[in-house]
């Protein structure tokens, strides 16, 4: 029987490409492994056996050997919020970018996280980012007892045992009411995401912390659950009150371009009769058409972050925790009205500074 016809009855396999290139199996492992070092020249001769004979490495033959499936899990809360397509995004290509690939896992369906994770832990994932979504304690000790990396993003559970990357949402929100404050506004109003979400916690603390500590009044509140259908219905009901408030500051920036929608249903200027301001710097609310002022969460450097914490912990399973708090700014644009002072200029960007 030839060669070629027992090749036909089974998979190409790294043997047979060594034979074919007249090079070792360790050559042609090197050949497709990113990173090892390999000569031009064997590099060549492997790639035009593989080609000739229709060889692709065997990933999952291979994790069997190494203990590692070069795939990090990505739990994430769906794509109706551009954030987290900006974030998957983000994650796949630092991630790949170090030889590693993506398996999502949506919780579009399912805002506790323990059930996906159920089925996370089914699979051979070499880490695990949860984005937006709290890890319970039994979770988080599976996760320590199995040695599996996992870091929290966008999110915090109160928890020293679990990484997480967050941007500062306390110091942000405390920055957007001295904002509002400083132009001028007297009748506040906060429209909340969801309200067991560690983020929306610490937004409304630091908003309510800043007005409180001048003696002024508490906002108006509404909830819009972090969607744009509700943060719509939110805004007509706050707008729709007797002594409708004159700024809103949405827990988010997709709840804050709902917020605008609603005004200009209503006839309403954004940034003239009623300040709106958002969270997060979406590059939609970057668009002339809303022109959103916003506070921007440093994204580059929190997918920098998260990715080196789950390298750090990969390198060495005894890493301890960290929990990164990274700052952001104030970034002005058009639905806001403009304090006499504290602006600035930087890389053609209106910052504010208290």
Request: aromatic letters at 6%.
């Amino acid at each position: 029987m030839s060669d070629n016809t027992e090749r036909g009855r089974r998979p190409v396999t790294a043997h047979d490409v060594a034979r074919q290139a007249g090079v070792s199996q360790s050559a042609v492992s090197r050949t497709f492994t990113k990173g090892a070092s390999v000569s031009p020249d064997t590099r060549r001769k492997v790639e035009e056996a593989a080609a000739l004979l229709g060889y692709r490495p065997n990933l999952v033959a291979r994790s069997l050997i190494t203990r590692r499936s070069n795939l990090i899990g990505v739990a994430i809360p769906g794509m109706a919020n551009p954030f987290y397509a900006r974030v998957l995004e983000s994650l796949s290509a630092a991630f790949e970018g170090l030889g590693y690939r993506i398996l999502l896992f949506s919780m579009a369906n399912n805002e506790d996280s323990d059930p996906v994770l159920e089925e996370i832990l089914r699979y051979q994932v070499d880490g695990l980012v949860l984005v937006s979504a709290s890890l319970s304690s039994h979770f988080a000790e599976e996760c320590r007892t199995i040695g599996l990396p996992v870091v929290l993003f966008n999110r915090t559970n109160g928890s020293t045992s679990v990484s997480s990357v967050t941007s500062d949402n306390l110091t942000g929100s405390r920055t957007i009411a001295q904002f509002l404050v400083a132009a001028g506004h007297e009748r506040l109003a906060f429209i909340a995401g969801k309200e067991s979400s560690s983020t929306n916690r610490d937004r409304e603390a630091g908003f309510n912390g800043y007005l409180t500590s001048q003696g002024l009044p508490r906002p108006l509140r509404d909830v819009g659950e972090y969607t744009f259908e509700g943060a719509m219905a939110a805004t007509r009901r706050l707008l729709s009150l007797d002594a409708p408030p004159d700024a809103i500051f949405c827990a988010n920036d997709l709840m804050a371009l709902a917020a605008i929608n609603v005004c200009h249903e209503r006839g309403v200027k954004p940034g003239s009769d009623v300040s709106i301001v958002g969270f997060d710097d979406l590059p939609q609310g970057q668009w002339p058409i809303f022109g959103l002022t916003t506070f921007e969460q440093p994204m580059t450097e929190m997918i920098g972050r998260a990715v080196n914490i789950i390298c750090a912990q990969l390198a060495d399973p005894n890493t301890s925790a960290i929990q990164e708090i990274l700052p952001g700014r104030m970034i002005v644009r058009d639905t806001a009205r403009i304090p006499a002072t504290g602006m600035l200029e930087i890389n053609g960007e209106r910052i504010w500074q208290p």
